[in-house]
Each structure stands twice: as C-alpha cells, then as structure tokens.
C-alpha cells in the first residue's frame, strides 16, 4: 500500500528564516512526488513536481530514494508562503493518474 | 476560463438520505477525479472517470456512485448517508495525457 507521512501539523517561522517542510512516502517501486499548496480562501493547486526539477516561488524539493523523502525547502520564508502545504504521491498501479495525499503541514511565517 | 467547478458549495443533508454533487471540469479537459477530505486529513481519492465509465477507484463502499456525461461533467452520488460522510468533496480535472490536476474549491457536505 502507498502512503504519505507529513510528520508536522504546523511548522512556525519567522520571515527571512530557512524552512523545510517534511514529506515521506511509502511505495514499492517508482513513484512521482508532488507538493500541493493551498493559500487562504483559494483552492488546491500544484505547486511542484519531482520530475520537473524546478524552483516555484524559491521553493525546491529533492526526491531521496534512500530515505524516501520528498522535503520542500526555502531559503528564505515569506510571509505570503504561509498555506497549508500537501505532500502527495501518485503510482505505476494508477498509471500515475491519482494521487495519494498526506493529511498536510500548515506554514506559519510571522514578520 | 472559470476553472473546475462545483455546486452546490454547502449542501447540509440527515443520516440515510442521498446526496448528489456535480462537476464541471476545465476546458478542454476529459478526465474528471472525486476526492473527499475530511477535517484536519489531506484529500482522499475516491474515484475517476474517463469517456463516461469509471476508470480507477479507491477504497470507498459502493454507496459512492458517480457520472460522466458526453459534455464531461461528472456527478458524486452518495446514498444512505452516514455522519462519517461529513467532508469537503473536492472534483479535480486534466487532460489526457497531461499529468496536472485542477482542483475545483469543492462541497462541503455536512451530515446531521
């Protein structure tokens, strides 16, 4: 069975401080990693993938099969970067068309 | 283009009726997905429907029915609520062959 572990409820930070958001999974074979953000009073969206290997809004993540993780890291938090914040992951047996969430993180970034 | 969207945005119902939510997906896409979120949980897939048949399903009890119709949209049926039930129903779309799932704002249903 897939899984997807957000071991932290909330994470609290101060604006300009580094910030990682931990995702583990569990899968038997090969999945794809997504980050999903929800901001105040809008809907879910994507706001990266692993395989895209980019930066959206100065956030990356890195998929380390070793550990089976999938963190999302800031340098430098902003204040318009709190949301809650899903970690999710979709596999081989869905032909990678569904998605499996964690229960999810809310970032907090206080001036 | 308005995006995914849903009606009714709250929708209050008692233990044993039946409830049906709808779903217009996003131009130009042809998959629809259902999820339901219960409170403090992330989403949890429910099921998906492609060219109006049920194309993958999650670990949900038959009460949970759905639609596609030609144009698309889609259609959650739950019968025989239970207060369990009690989520916010999220409805995502993409295209074929495109990985990126829309999410519409959803349904809250609430079971008294």
């Known amino acids: 069975a897939q899984r997807v572990t957000q071991p932290e409820k909330l994470l609290s930070v101060f604006k300009g401080a580094p910030v990682e958001l931990k995702c583990n999974y569990s899968?038997?074979?090969?999945?794809?990693l997504f980050w999903y953000v929800q901001y105040s009073r809008q809907r879910l969206q994507l706001l990266l993938r692993h395989i895209s290997r980019e930066s959206i809004k100065g956030f990356t993540a890195d998929l380390n099969k070793g550990e089976t993780s999938f963190h999302l890291k800031k340098p430098f938090a902003q204040e318009e970067d709190s949301a809650m914040y899903y970690c999710a992951l979709s596999g081989r047996d869905s032909g990678y068309s569904t998605l499996t969430f964690g229960k999810g993180t809310m970032l907090l970034v206080s001036p | 283009d308005a995006g995914v969207t849903q009606s009714p945005t709250h929708l209050i119902k008692t233990r044993g009726q039946q409830v049906t939510l709808r779903c217009s997906p996003k131009s130009g896409h042809d998959t629809v997905s259902w999820y339901q979120q219960a409170l403090g949980q992330g989403p949890q897939f429910i099921f998906q429907?492609?060219?109006?048949?049920?194309?993958q399903r999650g670990n949900f009890p038959d009460r949970f029915s759905g639609h596609q119709f030609p144009n698309y949209s889609s259609e959650l049926n739950v019968n025989a609520l239970l207060l369990g039930d009690s989520a916010l129903y999220l409805c995502?779309?993409?295209?074929?062959?495109?990985?990126?799932?829309?999410f519409g704002s959803g349904t809250q249903l609430s079971v008294l």
């Open positions: 429907y492609y060219e109006e048949e049920e194309r």
């Open positions: 899968y038997s074979g090969s999945p794809e």
């Open positions: 995502a779309s993409r295209g074929n062959r495109q990985e990126k799932l829309f």
